[in-house]
Each structure stands twice: as C-alpha cells, then as structure tokens.
C-alpha cells in the first residue's frame, strides 16, 4: 500500500459497456492510447497503489477483453465478472460483489474508459477517503463543456448532495460546470445496502452507480470529494474524435516533460508522438516525425529522427544517432550510426560504435562492437563479433522454406564479407576470414582463411568489336 492507511483497497474497472459510439467491431477499452490499449492504462494506474485485487468487469465483446488481459499477464491479481446484459454502471457493480466474500475496506472503483488517469491521483483519493472515514468518495472536474457527463449537485453548504445524468437534468442543471469523472471510493460493506436498493427508474432504465452518492447522503453516511487538478486528467473516451483528443493531452504532457524535465530538445511538437513510458536522456535531440512508443530508454546526447519509429522494448546509449529507422525491441550501445532506412528488429543486440547503414535489416541477431553493416544487408538469426565489416548486399541465408527451420550465422571477430556474398546458414565464419564478394558461402570458413565460391572470371579478348560487326545497328530516325 502506498496510502498512508493501511487498510485494505481493491480496484474495480467497468469495462463491460458496448461504446457505442467509438463505432468500432473491438471493445472500447482495448483500442490503444500511444502504444499502450485504454484498460492497460488504467490497470497500470490502479495496480500502482497495490490493491489486494483487481476486478474487471466485462459485457460487450467479454471474450476479447478476457483473452486480452489473459495474453497480457501481469504481476496484480485479478479477476473478471461477466456482465450480461449491461444494465447500467451500478448494476456492473453488482456482478463483483459474489466475489467480495467478507472483504471489508475499500473499493476503488473506476469506469473503464479514462486512460490518462495516473495512479497519484487515485492514490490521493484512497487516502483522503480512508482519512475521513468516508462511506463514498468521488473525484470531480470543473470544466468548460459538461459535454454527456454526469453534474455534480451540491448542497447550500458545498457539500455534494447528488450526481444526475446527462439525460436526466433539469435546465438548470444543465449549466452546471462541476461534472462526474466516475472515479470512486466506497467503503464495503457500509455502501452494500444502498448498491442493492438501486432502480432504474429514470431515462436510460439503467441501475446507476452515480446515484449511491443521493443513497449514502440519506443514510447521514460521510461523502466526501475532491476536485481533480487537472480536469484531462480524466477524460472518458467515447468517441474517435475523445480518442484522439486523449492521444493528443497524453503527447503534449510528454513531451512537455521530456523538455522541461529532462533537458531533451523536441524539435517538432506537432509531429512527435512519444508515449508517456519512454525516457530520454539530457542533450539528446529528437527531429520531426519520430513515434517513440513502448519501453524506451534513450541515453544522453542522442539524436533520434528524422522520421525514426521505435517499439516495444528499445534501449538506446549515450551518443548514438538513428536516422530514418525503425527500431523494434532492440538494444544498441553507444556511439552507433544507424540508419537511412534500417530496419531493427526482435531481440536485436548491438554494442558500442557500430555502424548499421542504409537498407539494412538486423533480426534476433548481437553484433559486438565496432563491427559495422554499412549497406544494404540482411542479417537474421546471427553472432557477429568485433571489428567485423559486412559487405554492402551481405545477406544471411537463414530460412529453409520446404523445412521452416531457422538457422544461426555465426562470425567471428576480424572476418569480413565482401559485396553480394551469401552466407548459408548454419554457417560460422572464423576470427580474421575473409569471404569474397560475390560467394555463396555453405560451408565454415576456417579462421583466417578466404572464402570464394564463384564462377573463376574469363575474358574474351576482342568480344566487343566483333559483336559489332555481326549485328547490324539500328537505324536511327
Ligand atoms: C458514466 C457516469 C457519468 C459520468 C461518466 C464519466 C453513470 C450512470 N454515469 O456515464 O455520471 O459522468 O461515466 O465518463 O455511472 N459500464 C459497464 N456496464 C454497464 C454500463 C457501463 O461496465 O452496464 C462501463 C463502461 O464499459 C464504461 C463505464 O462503465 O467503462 C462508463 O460507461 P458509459 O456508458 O461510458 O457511461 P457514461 O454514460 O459515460
Ligand atoms: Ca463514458
């Protein structure tokens, strides 16, 4: 537990509605936010405040979600809850609470659609709550445009009397600028009662969850609530175009950050996308056009673009350059030079000072260092030690298509390959070799030794002219 109490919290995420209107065949919560789908953002926000569980609760499309979140295992415990069919926020509550046997302390409960939520803020509302002593607690938002959200309705004396829907206000709530980001605090099992009296009596016929707030003022129970600091903080997604506004908030503070924080020149704002995840070191430059999205982590004095994309798990060093590249679960050291146009990929390991040019493609390969690939290769499934130079148009053959099996390139420090060579896998060249350019290379190459496999070259002198005279030339109009 990060809160100062230590009683215990469990998370909720409602993630079981249609969204119908992201007009999408795929649930809502599973579209992706810079890299990361909106229920991973959430669970990561809700898991950094360790609760002893976390409930899901899945309706539309129930077995993409539970496949999703069992392919992306993580370290929290947690359990899904079917609901169906959808009745409403209070009624997806509901469906957790065979699961809470005699658990009493309080459940942190969140709507599955608000992917910039960070865990602090959740963190600050568990703890006010547990300090208080509080049956309900809810954060709200102060905002220009109500838009479709819930208002929140407080009483003479400021306290927060109840929330009404969209739907369901009178003219004058209508204007109200106080509006429901549907994050919570109720403490269990004081609130069960009040989830069990729920009607649906009111314009959607759904059990909502919002009106516990009404129930629990009744029953003289403490409410208690905190306006966000930051009101985008907590956006819900609805639509394509909340969707893209969210990508666009998430970016801006990123990058934001990278600037202010971190001492990293942006150069572009408008043509970066970096996701909150990637760390980047003091000095470094990132040029126009980068997609920098995963567990990255960049080194100092780096200077990443133009048009450079990375994913997944990418760890740069210190001083390295990548031009126009994509970059894709990939180490590289210090000092390298990658790029125009090269292609890293799958658990691909470079060391310091390499140069990986232009049109090259590197797969589940190490390359030690100072070894450079200049040009125009493609390096799969293969060692390669230091201070080697690949040719331009090197190429590891390292598929067989009628078996499918893959085989290593093994090359030593020193070797070097000359222009067009092919090395058929399995293959190892030795320390120092040299293969000729133009070879096709099946077997290993002993340390030292030169490899050439290739029709021996024979000039016919005089060919030219005599062709000449034998052809007659075309006429010229
Ligand atoms: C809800 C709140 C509203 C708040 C808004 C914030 C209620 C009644 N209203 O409205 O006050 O301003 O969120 O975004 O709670 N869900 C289920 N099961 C259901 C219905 C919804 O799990 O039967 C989940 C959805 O997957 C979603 C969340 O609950 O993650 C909110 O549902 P949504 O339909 O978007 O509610 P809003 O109308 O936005
Ligand atoms: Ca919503």
């Known amino acids: 537990m990060t809160t100062s109490s230590k009683a215990p919290v469990r998370a909720v995420i409602l993630a079981a509605g249609q969204g119908k209107r992201m007009k999408s065949a795929r649930a809502k919560v599973l579209h992706d936010v810079l890299g990361k789908s909106i229920i991973t953002r959430i669970i990561d926000a809700v898991d950094s405040l360790k609760p002893e569980k976390i409930h899901v609760v899945i309706g539309h499309q129930a077995e993409a979600v539970e496949n999703y979140l069992l392919a992306n295992p993580a370290l929290y415990p947690f359990s899904t809850h079917l609901q169906s069919p959808q009745l409403g926020t209070g009624h997806a509550l509901q469906q957790v609470v065979p699961d809470l046997g005699d658990f009493k302390g309080t459940l942190l409960v969140t709507v599955g659609d608000t992917p910039l939520l960070s865990g602090k803020t959740l963190g600050e509302l568990v703890t006010r709550h547990q300090a208080e002593h509080a049956a309900v607690s809810l954060l709200t938002a102060v905002v220009d445009d109500a838009k479709k959200y819930g208002r929140i309705v407080r009483d003479r004396d400021g306290s927060v009397l109840k929330i009404v829907e969209d739907k369901d206000t009178s003219d004058l709530e209508k204007h109200i600028k106080e ?18 009296s729920l009607r649906n009596d009111n314009q959607q016929k759904e059990y909502y969850l919002t009106d516990l707030i009404a129930w629990a003022r009744a029953q003289n129970l403490i409410v208690s609530s905190s306006i966000v600091g930051d009101w985008r903080e907590v956006i819900g997604i609805n639509t394509r175009l909340e969707l893209v506004e969210a990508m666009h908030l998430m970016r801006d503070k990123v990058l934001t950050d990278l600037s202010l924080e971190s001492g990293v020149t942006i150069i572009d704002r408008a043509s970066t996308w970096i996701s909150p995840e990637v760390e980047i070191g003091e000095d470094s430059v990132v040029l126009p056009g980068c997609h920098l999205t995963g567990e990255i982590k960049i080194g100092r004095d780096c200077v990443i673009g133009p048009h450079t994309v990375m994913q997944g798990k990418v760890v740069v060093g210190n001083r390295t350059v990548i031009t126009q590249s994509l970059v894709v679960n990939t180490q590289l050291g210090d000092d390298c030079r990658v790029g125009p146009y090269a292609h890293l990929r799958e658990h691909t390991l470079v060391a310091d000072k390499c140069r990986v040019g232009n049109f090259v493609e590197l797969k589940k390969s190490s390359v030690a260092s100072n070894t450079n690939v200049s040009h125009l290769s493609y390096i799969g499934d293969a060692e390669l030690g230091s201070n080697v130079n690949i040719g331009a148009g090197t190429i590891t053959a390292n598929y067989d298509h009628s078996t499918g099996i893959k085989s290593g390139t093994v090359i030593a420090d020193g070797a070097s390959t000359g222009s067009n060579s092919v090395l058929v896998a399995p293959i190892k060249l030795g ?14 190459v002993p340390d030292g030794a030169l490899a050439v496999a290739r029709v ?19 006429s010229v109009s």
């Open 456 to 474: 021996r070259q024979e000039n016919k002198e005089g060919w030219s002219s005599r062709k000449k005279g034998k052809t007659s030339a075309p």
């Open 179 to 196: 509006v429901n980001p549907a994050i919570y605090c109720f403490e269990w099992p004081i609130i069960a009662k009040g989830l069990e």
């Open 431 to 444: 320390k120092q070799s040299v293969v000729a350019a133009g070879t096709v290379a099946t077997k290993d």
